[in-house]
Structure formats: structure tokens, C-alpha cells
């Protein structure tokens, strides 16, 4: 079968760069998965976790918003505002982020702007737990 | 002829200079190549987000013409003012790189109409006041390597001045890196938005921009895109990742040059000061040789005269 070719920027670098069987990822609209051929596509993408499966092997990335490019020649390319592989992820740094997000929400007197700033932030935080945990968990399963 | 004490002192000032400029040489180096691997890094998120609009601008309904809600590409032709973002270095010894600045600025036409000056970096300052022109705002540039996130402040408050309408464009002005021996000066328009050009190929004249709408054409024909959620909900978010995108890849250009230009000056002042040390020894010996002949010419003048 055709295989995608792939890439994750962000403003500081190329997270990565890879020929893969499908990726999926969180749109504005929802989760889609792409697949060899598909026709051209731009979409908004919002925080959440992205997974790309190579040789039946899954890899896991934290997106925290950005865009989707699908292009006419198997090509996927994901401009994102930040992302991270699943084992760049420091998951005590993600939780610290976390709680800091949740007790700024808890607080009362928000403006609509902050607090959306806050929302989004908590969101990240937990798409990088989200995609952190889920590497651990496949550690486990793989050891004998 | 100078006496040999003095010789020997002027080696020894120019040799703690030497070392100085090694020291600072080695510095920049190490400076110039995480400056240069950013640079390069950032070019491909730059280049791909500029292919990216320049399909989506196309495949919006109506064209060109018809995103006006979109407000960075209004244009406001009546304006009276133009902004112009300088981009310098916070410290000296780079050569030539900021009064190239200046000159570029210079050539802006219409210079007669009141153009205001938003500057990042201590010399940017120094060289608005050269130009008699108003500073309106002054961001400081860090020291050390900055990430996407930290320029948010400076491309906020350019898109919010020009949504204000009192600016006809915006330009940014800074040291486009080429190499490390190459560092061109650099003007580009930031706002209203064109598209067409690709970002990281300079464009050091001003006739040079607003080049290339064919490309925008040809592509748009090239590519039929389906859009998620809606073509006009993808371009007011990708519009202001792109002038973000722009100026973050203007500072790391300008850094990459900053840094090159730098370990090339100090580089050039190392030999030099490795040529005059040369020099000087040579003569130092010249004279040192002298004293000794005229020496031993005077002790046998002194035993012929005894016998």
C-alpha cells in the first residue's frame, strides 16, 4: 500500500518526518484519521493527541492547535503551534501544569478572555498527559 | 628607531588583545551555529505555512476580493503613516550590519510621509534617533535564544496598530542570513498581507514585493482543497500564525547574522593582530640585532685601540 509522507513542524523545528500508514489527529470538527489518497484537505486543529501508525507500530504526539495540510500527492504536513513526541513529554512538568490551569479556573472573577486562555491551556496540558501515559502503558505491554 | 623596551610592550598590549579576541571569536562561534541551526530549523514551519495560504487565499469564494472581513488583508490607502519594525543587534562589533539598517530604511520611497519606527534592540534606537524618526514602541531583544511564544507581545501590537487604520503598510527591516560570510540587508512587507513570494528567499528590493501573484494562480488550479470548518475560519487563524511566523524567522535572521558577522569581525581582528605581532618581533629582533653588532663592534674597536 501507498505510504504517507509525513511531517510535523513547528515554529522552533521539525518534530518529525516520517513515512507513515495513516495518521490521526483532533480537528476543530472532530477526530479524523487519514489514509493513503485522500483528497486535499486544510483543517483547524485544536489540542488533543495525534497518533500515526507505521508497520502496524503506533507513535504517539501532544498538539497544542495548528493546522492540517493533506496534499494531493500523499503528503501530510501538520504546521502546529507546538508539539512533542510522546518521550520528549515530562510528565511532572505536564501535571504541575495541570493543577496550575485548574485552580486558575476554579477562581472566580474571570474575564470571558482569561478564561479562555486558561481552558486552552488546561487542554494542553492534558492532551500531553493524555499522550505521556499512553507511552508508559504500551512499556508496560511490551515487556515480557 | 623605536627602543626595544617600547617594541616589546606594544607585543605584549597587542597579544591581551589577541587573546580577547580569540575568547570573544570562540563565543560567537558557539553563538553563530545554534543561531544558524534555528534559523534553518525554523524555515521549514515558515515555508510551508506561506505554501499553505498561498492555496487557501485562492480556493476562498470570490477571490482576493472578497476576505476583506479579514483584517489583515485591508489595506488603508488614505493613511498618512507607514510603520516600519527594525530588527537590530543589542551590542556593537558586527561590521556594518546596522548602519546597513539605516540605509535600507532610507530607501523606503514616500519617506516624506511620517513614518514611525517600532524598534527591538539597543541599537535600533540610536538609529531612529538618527533618522529623526518617532520611536512608538520599543520591545527589548533578548540575549539568548527566544521561542515562538515570546514574540506573541511584538505581533500583537503590530497587528492591533495597523487594525487601527492610521497605517498605510508595515514594513520589517532587518539582516536577512545568507551564510556566515554573507549577511543582506533586508526589507519586507509585513502588512497589508501579500501573498505569492516565499518567505525565506529575501526580498531586498522594494520592487520585489508584491511579485509573484501568478504563483498564487497556478496554484489554485494545481489544488482543489476541501476545507474544515470553512475556508474564511481557516484563514483568520492561519492569517495571524503567518505574520507571527514572519517576524519570528526576521529575528532569527537577524540573530544568525548578528552572530556571523560577529565571529567574522573577530575573527579578522585576531589575524590582524597575529600579522602586527609578526611584524613587531621582526623588527624587535632587527633592532635587537643591531644593539648587539654596534656592541661588539665597540668592544673590538676597544681592544684594537689597547694593543
Known amino acids: ?144 | 628607531m623605536p627602543s626595544l623596551r617600547d617594541i616589546k610592550r606594544r607585543i605584549k598590549s597587542i597579544q591581551s588583545t589577541r587573546k580577547i579576541t580569540r575568547a570573544m571569536q570562540m563565543v560567537s562561534a558557539s553563538k553563530m551555529r545554534k543561531a544558524q541551526s534555528a534559523v534553518t530549523n525554523s524555515r521549514t514551519y515558515a515555508d510551508l505555512a506561506w505554501e499553505l495560504i498561498n492555496s487557501v487565499i485562492p480556493a476562498m469564494p470570490g477571490g482576493r476580493q472578497a476576505q476583506v472581513t479579514s483584517g489583515f488583508l485591508q489595506t488603508f490607502p488614505e493613511a498618512e503613516k507607514i510603520g516600519i519594525v527594525l530588527l537590530t543587534t543589542n551590542r556593537g562589533l558586527v561590521g556594518s550590519l546596522n548602519s546597513n539598517l539605516a540605509a535600507k530604511i532610507k530607501e523606503i520611497p514616500n519617506s516624506e510621509i511620517i513614518s514611525e519606527i517600532i524598534t527591538y534592540g539597543k541599537n535600533a534606537r540610536t538609529i531612529a534617533g538618527r533618522l529623526q524618526k518617532n520611536v512608538v514602541a520599543d520591545f527589548p531583544k533578548m540575549d539568548r535564544m527566544i521561542s515562538a511564544v515570546e514574540i506573541y507581545p511584538l505581533a500583537r501590537y503590530i497587528s492591533d496598530i495597523y487594525q487601527t487604520g492610521e497605517y498605510q503598510k508595515i514594513f520589517i527591516v532587518y539582516n536577512h542570513f545568507v551564510s556566515t560570510l554573507i549577511q543582506k540587508s533586508t526589507i519586507k512587507q509585513l502588512l497589508p498581507f501579500i501573498g505569492g513570494r516565499n518567505l525565506t528567499r529575501p526580498s531586498t528590493t522594494l520592487s520585489d514585493i508584491g511579485e509573484g501573484r501568478g504563483e498564487v494562480i497556478y496554484n489554485a488550479i494545481q489544488n482543489e482543497y476541501l476545507f474544515e470548518p470553512a475556508p474564511d475560519r481557516v484563514i483568520n487563524h492561519l492569517l495571524p500564525r503567518i505574520i507571527e511566523s514572519q517576524i519570528y524567522q526576521a529575528i532569527l535572521e537577524s540573530d544568525a547574522s548578528e552572530h556571523s558577522a560577529r565571529m567574522v569581525m573577530m575573527k579578522n581582528a585576531t589575524e590582524a593582530a597575529g600579522d602586527l605581532i609578526f611584524d613587531l618581533t621582526l623588527t624587535y629582533n632587527q633592532v635587537r640585532q643591531n644593539k648587539i653588532t654596534t656592541e661588539l663592534a665597540e668592544i673590538t674597536a676597544g681592544r684594537i685601540a689597547l694593543e
Open chain 1, 1 to 144: 500500500m501507498a505510504k504517507i509522507k509525513f511531517r510535523i513542524a513547528t515554529p522552533e523545528r521539525v518534530v518529525y518526518e516520517s513515512e507513515v500508514d495513516s495518521v490521526t489527529c483532533p480537528t476543530e470538527m472532530g477526530e479524523v484519521t487519514i489514509l493513503p489518497k485522500h483528497i486535499p484537505l486544510v483543517a483547524n486543529l485544536k489540542a488533543g493527541e495525534l497518533k500515526t501508525i507505521q508497520n502496524g507500530q503506533e507513535n504517539y504526539f501532544s498538539l497544542s492547535g495548528g493546522f492540517l495540510e493533506v496534499r494531493t500527492n500523499n503528503e501530510i504536513v501538520i504546521l502546529a503551534d507546538s508539539a512533542e513526541h510522546a518521550h520528549e513529554i515530562d510528565m511532572a512538568r505536564a501535571e504541575e501544569a495541570r493543577g496550575r490551569a485548574k485552580k486558575l479556573m476554579a477562581e472566580e472573577v474571570r474575564s470571558e478572555e482569561e478564561y479562555a486562555v486558561t481552558a486552552a491551556a488546561l487542554e494542553r496540558a492534558l492532551a500531553r498527559i493524555r499522550v505521556a501515559r499512553r507511552r508508559h502503558k504500551d512499556v508496560g505491554r511490551t515487556a515480557p
